[in-house]
């Protein structure tokens, strides 16, 4: 079982930054692919960002590439997302999610945090 936690959401101004992060709970954190999705206002939940168990390979959506960086830690079970040049259109709410490979947690995560707001101000 795994269990995740988001954290570090907020308000910001458009062409700034936050860092989100994902403490994780579970046995088995260094063998799962994690990843960040978000949900905006009125419309269905996106991939974002995904990094392998073990890091070396990372994955963005077109929308956020060179802009966002999702990293982990496997000694302290976190994950993160560094969000930086923000847009309006960034605001949702994200969420953190898991898998035991890399394919699931692009497509259908087995494991869902509750969420952290987001929201850009222009």
């Known amino acids: 079982q795994v269990q995740l936690a988001e954290s570090g959401g907020g308000l910001v101004q458009a062409g700034g930054s936050l860092r989100l992060s994902c403490d994780v709970s579970g046995r088995t954190f260094s063998s799962y692919a994690m990843g960040w999705f978000r949900r905006a206002p009125g419309k269905e939940r996106n991939f974002i960002a995904a990094?392998?168990?073990?890091?070396?390979?990372?994955y963005y959506a077109d929308s956020v590439k060179g802009r966002f960086t999702i990293d982990r830690d496997n000694a302290n079970k976190m994950v993160y997302l560094q969000m930086n040049n923000l847009k309006s259109e960034d605001t949702a709410v994200y969420y953190c999610?898991?898998?035991?490979?890399?394919?699931?947690?692009?497509?259908?995560?087995?494991?869902w945090g509750q969420g952290t707001q987001v929201t850009v101000s222009s």
């Open positions: 999610a898991a898998a035991p490979n890399t394919n699931m947690v692009l497509t259908t995560p087995y494991y």
């Open positions: 990094i392998t168990w073990s890091g070396e390979r990372t």
